[in-house]
């Protein structure tokens, strides 16, 4: 197995050599006049506009000051991001999509629906009915949108880990929504929300803090699993964590038309299976596939970073949550469940730290930057991975 990221060590290239996008020191712990007037409306707006990322930063650096570099870290990044929206004053509130009740409904229709069709589906694989087309449609579907979620919404409009062309952050905000885990706005804010407050009061889907023993843990673990959809904040958190998102035109377009993307995930397989098999039947056991199993993988695989992430696996750094690297789980999700890696350097391009973490996201991050498709990719230098690690990780 391969990790995304080449080996690198401290001595092999300069400064320079590696290029500005290695972060080495947190650059706004120290007051700076030249970042004050670079960032005039835009640090002492993201304190108001991302509080996410810049109000912990006090906090931390009187509770954990080990974790103090990287606030400033990621609010760089989101500044970055957000400071054109800051000075254009473009962004603008985002309605809530549904009414409350019909989006509780939707989510448990896309919840358990997916659940029930898995069941048809096993019964047609039991019934050796299952044909190697229906895994191809299935695969055809599973990786791209999977990689959709976890390289576009995650860590290019979530964490900004690397920079592209709009066609391709518009490609990708398409696949993501593909999956059907909500708008592509409505997902960042969640994440970056869980970013800023991990595991503590305020997080959207800790499976910590639900009572104790053995029931406490199953109970958070549900309510991080899939409990936290169904109590999802009000819309108007878009503007305090997502302010740059909707001040980009592409990617509002994508999150205002999330219905027909939804739709197009799930008619991509069917007119694959048609085309491949020739039947309408061919064509439904390719949406079921393709359309259904696919999603219900998805949304468990990616659910299951919010709960098993949090609770079984390996710690590596020194975070102040309860992230953790679970293994078995990294293929599957792409590369997504090196989740204490994550949490110890959130702007990584690179969830898979070491050669044998498997890594697909940031193979393909790592693969678009060698063809010049994806620039200022975002590394994290040997010296200040040292300073994170745990002496037991
Ligand atoms: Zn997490
Ligand atoms: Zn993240």
């Known amino acids: 197995m391969l990790s995304a990221e080449p080996p690198r060590s401290a001595d092999s290239a300069t400064p320079e050599q590696q290029g500005s996008n290695i972060i080495t020191e947190p650059s706004l712990t120290k007051s700076s006049p030249a970042r004050s007037r670079e960032g005039a409306g835009c640090a002492p707006a993201l304190a108001e506009d991302a509080p996410g990322h810049f109000e912990e930063a006090p906090a931390l650096a009187e509770d954990a000051p080990g974790h103090f570099e990287e606030a400033p870290a990621l609010a760089e990044a989101v500044c970055e991001a957000a400071a054109p929206a800051m000075r254009s004053g473009t962004a603008r509130d985002h309605e809530q999509a549904f009414p409350p009740l019909l989006d509780q409904a939707i989510t448990a229709l896309i919840t358990v629906l997916p659940l029930l069709l898995l069941g048809v589906a096993a019964w047609q694989a039991w019934n050796r009915e299952l044909r190697f087309e229906d895994v191809v449609i299935f695969a055809a579907m599973y990786v791209p949108v999977g990689l959709g979620v976890t390289v576009g919404f995650h860590r290019l409009l979530t964490h900004r880990s690397f920079e592209t062309r709009p066609w391709l952050r518009g490609l990708f905000a398409i696949l993501g929504t593909m999956a059907i885990e909500g708008p592509v706005i409505e997902w960042v804010t969640t994440h970056r929300k869980h970013h ?94 393709g359309g259904a199993v696919r999603m219900f993988l998805l949304h468990h695989v990616t659910y299951s970073i919010n709960s098993l992430c949090h609770y079984f696996g390996r710690r590596r750094y020194a975070t102040r949550d309860q992230s953790r690297n679970l293994a078995w789980l990294a293929p599957l999700s792409l590369g997504e469940a090196w989740h204490n890696n994550h949490h110890a350097f959130p702007t990584s391009a690179f969830h898979g730290m070491r050669r044998a973490e498997l890594d697909i996201s940031g193979l393909v991050i790592l693969a678009l930057e060698r063809v010049g498709a994806v620039w200022d990719v975002k590394r994290i230098s040997d010296d200040r991975r040292a300073k994170k690690a745990l002496a037991s990780g």
Do not use: C, Q
């Open 196 to 289: 800023a407050f991990s595991d503590r009061p305020g997080d959207p889907h800790s499976p910590h803090g639900r009572g104790d023993g053995v029931k406490g843990a199953l109970r958070g673990l549900l309510h991080a699993h899939v409990g936290w959809l169904f109590a999802r904040g009000d819309r108007s958190e878009h503007a305090r964590y997502a302010r740059d998102l909707l001040a980009d035109p592409i990617i509002m377009f994508v999150n205002d038309t999330f219905v027909v993307w939804s739709l197009l995930g799930l008619a991509i397989p069917f007119l694959l299976g048609l085309l491949i098999g020739g039947t309408v039947d061919a064509g439904l056991t390719g949406l079921l596939w």
